[in-house]
DNA sequence: CCAGTTCTGTACTGATTTGTCAACTACGGC
DNA sequence: GCCGTAGTTGACAAATCAGTACAGAACTGG
């Protein structure tokens, strides 16, 4: 018996989402995350908590999206699996996963992984954004790591090569194609890395 | 006939750089930079004109670093240049370049491509910055290449692959550590990481 | 020893920033 | 139809920010 919400609570996030990838956590002030999500300072706060609050949900709900779209891409038959990983190894090129509401990317630096971003910017002084990307970054390490395994019993990867290790390295070339974006390089370049990654793959030694 | 600076040009740039790299740039401001290097307000708007040029100075400090380290380290006989390789991309995970006078690296986050943090940060909307990572970015990769260029003809690296897309791809990674190192991974993990990939880098067919 | 020039530090201004507060609004139960 | 609860809003104060201006200090050349 109360007055409801009158906004969504994930498309606010969301706004907000987009709003710190472009600019930056301590180059976005409150007023602008006022103006990209609509609401009032006020309500900014009796919801989010503040500036802090909004970042650290968006992020949740970074993870959350991320922890769902990764397996799903990833996931399927053994036959599939290297052609999986291929594609996911590109779709990094144009930024991985943002909302269905909110257009794919400004320009290339909002492209680049939310969490990544952020625990560059700040993850040094903030722990609990340390953490939540480090969690991010885990969920889509088992993915990749599960799809390599799948890769493997197919005879599409080296069965010696280690999937831990290997999903590893494909995730810091994703991180590092995020970066490397967010200097201007072509969206070509960026996709000639990511074929350059995927061609050194070991494969089977006899075929 | 006049005052002198009473201050080490060179010894400044590497304290505003230290500071960026630890704050980010718009988490730093004009006091922290003027605790950090001991210079008053007005010095440093008189001698660097404030804080961006500030930063730009110290990236072009740092791009000329790098600009040197990275030969330095990557150039020889044909003979050592895989292992010159392999020690290039290991050193990445103690975090690159930093000025002599400047202990290693406050934390993992600091230590991380002083060019690449700043691009990601404020690259999108700041050009000059963006040009100035790029080009540091090139003069890596160009020594990098042609490291990879001596390894082949010395037959550590399979001569059908293309040196130019390797470095690139070399550089990338080494950017994924970086930003992977900044989420608290223990540096461990980073090593392994760096181990996994030049293991992976293509071998000569028939050995 | 003095004059001129450059450097240095601090005080100041206007603009932003963050976080809080009180008035106002909308809805659900009675 | 009224009232209590919860949401919303714009305004406010305190703090901080970047950049400027000015007064004093340090050194050189004569």
Redesign the pocket.
């Known amino acids: 018996?109360?007055?409801?919400?009158?906004?969504d609570r994930d498309h606010v996030l969301h706004a907000a989402e987009r709003q710190f990838r472009t600019s930056g956590y301590n180059g976005?002030?409150?007023?602008?995350l006022s103006a990209a999500t609509?609401?009032?300072?006020?309500?900014l706060?009796?919801?989010f908590d503040?500036?802090?609050g909004v970042l650290l949900q968006a992020m949740a709900g970074y993870f959350g999206r991320l922890g769902q779209f990764a397996p799903q891409a990833l996931a399927g038959p053994d036959e599939g699996a290297l052609e999986r990983l291929h594609g996911y190894l590109l779709r990094a090129v144009h930024g991985v996963p943002l909302a269905d509401d909110v257009p794919p990317a400004p320009d290339r630096a909002a492209a680049a992984c939310f969490a990544a971003k952020m625990a560059l910017e700040i993850g040094a002084s903030d722990p609990e954004v340390q953490r939540l990307a480090n969690d991010c970054f885990s969920a889509v390490v088992t993915a990749v790591a599960e799809c390599v395994r799948a890769a493997q019993r197919n005879g599409d990867i080296d069965p010696d090569a280690d999937p831990d290790d290997l999903a590893q390295l494909l995730l810091t070339i994703i991180r590092g194609i995020d970066v490397v974006g967010a200097y201007g390089h072509s969206p070509a370049r960026l996709t000639s890395i990511a074929e350059s990654a995927f061609a050194l793959l070991p494969r089977p030694r006899h075929r």
């Not at 018996?1 to 906004?7: D, E, I, K, Q, V």
């Open positions: 018996m109360a007055r409801p919400r009158s906004f976005t002030s409150v007023d602008d609509g609401l009032g300072r006020g309500s706060y009796a919801a503040g500036k802090h």
